[in-house]
């Protein structure tokens, strides 16, 4: 998915910079209306990706938020301590760096812009090294990541939120609130979440707050308990297998085989009882979210037009280097920091295979922004330029600290290796 984004990067620099450049423009500024006469929803398609199939991307964070706190690394809290500090670190340090470059300027509301971590391109430069990074440096910047999606979250609703239409919350409270029943009542079904979830969106998307924590919040209701047991739900599957072996030379084709099927649709039927629905739906829309939506976000919103004439007065804008400085120097120094404060402290740990060199990695390829980054750069800024200045550093800062966490890592484990 890290290979395709980053295609999907490339091809919109490439479109915007090229004689298809209006073209490109038009399709995103074309108009889409859902509804009826009497009421309807009308936005341009790049709104509609923003704020519709991004909810779809920031409830399957929701999701993943859960898992971790119930059962990942953020279950343990001597353990979670360690990524907490660190993405906290991570976030105001950057934050700090921003503001102190854009003090006094109307631009300094894109202070949120340098605080955000990409996932999918982090965790892809990972991937690259391969079995020489640790499974638990893997398990750490997954744990930061979310933690980091977490406060991503809370800046944009608590800053980036526009004057507030106290009917459509109300409206989006009821949704809410029918989520939280379906929860208490036990409803394993999908059906319900996804009506009361799709209410909850459009309550928000007309209450002036951001639609997409919509898909946050939705995620949270979500069952996540199994309603098998581990013993009995084993016991049954190896007496349900051992049936079916006893019938494996049987010659008939399994569509004309009845008991086979009946076999099958029980072994079905008790793997959905022991899998709980939050461990469903994030399985299922995982590939949807990957391989679709966030391309399609990074076409739609990754093409920059760059004049090289001005490219210049482009990355020494105070913008461009507020982004820049944060995402790279503020990332590192921030979660090194708090790493290293927690631990001296005693409070936390390092990971078991872990040392601080290899913190050092992760927390520059923390600094790779790309698909939040430019997300928040969108709520912040009203101005085109300041816009185009915010996702040229984005960029510029996430191509570099990919690359310096990449070396990083890579010397880091050689150094290892030697020893």
Known sequence: SGILLMACTVAAMVIANSGLQPLY??????????????????????????????????????????????????????QAILPIASAIGGMLVPALIYTA?????????GWG????????????????????????????????AIVDDLGAVLVIAA??????NMFALGFAGLALLGLVLSNIAGIRRPLPYIVFGLLLWLGMLESGIHATLAG????????ANSLCNNEPFARKMRQLNNKYQSLANNDLHIMQ???KQKLLQSMENFVHCMESPLQRMEHKLHIWVSFL??????LANAGIPIEMASLGSTLSHPVTLGVIAGLIGGKLSGILFSAWLVIKLGWSRLPKGVNMQQIAGVSLLAGIGFTMSIFIAGLAFS???????????????????????????LLSTEKIGKQ
């Open 25 to 78: 423009e038009s399709v995103l500024h074309t108009n889409f209306t859902i509804g009826t006469d009497s009421y309807n929803i009308s936005h341009s398609f790049h709104h509609w990706i923003n704020d519709g199939l991004m909810a779809l991307f920031f409830f399957t964070v929701g999701l993943e938020i859960k898992r971790e706190i119930l059962v990942g690394e953020l279950a343990d809290r001597r």
């Open 113 to 144: 812009v340098p605080m955000a971590t990409d996932i999918a391109f982090a965790l892809g430069v990972l991937a690259i090294l391969g079995k020489r990074i640790p499974k638990a440096l893997v398990g750490f910047l997954l744990a930061l």
């Open 383 to 409: 101005s085109e330029e300041y816009l185009l200045n915010a996702k040229i550093g984005i960029l510029a800062a996430s191509l570099l600290a990919g690359i310096g966490g990449y070396i990083a890592l």
């Open 159 to 164: 800053f980036y939120t526009e004057q507030i």
């Open 257 to 259: 085989n009845a008991e």
């Open 101 to 109: 470059l854009n003090f006094g300027t109307d631009a300094i509301d």
């Open 216 to 223: 946050v919040i939705t995620a949270l209701t979500v069952p």
């Open 293 to 298: 939506i966030i391309p399609i976000f990074a």
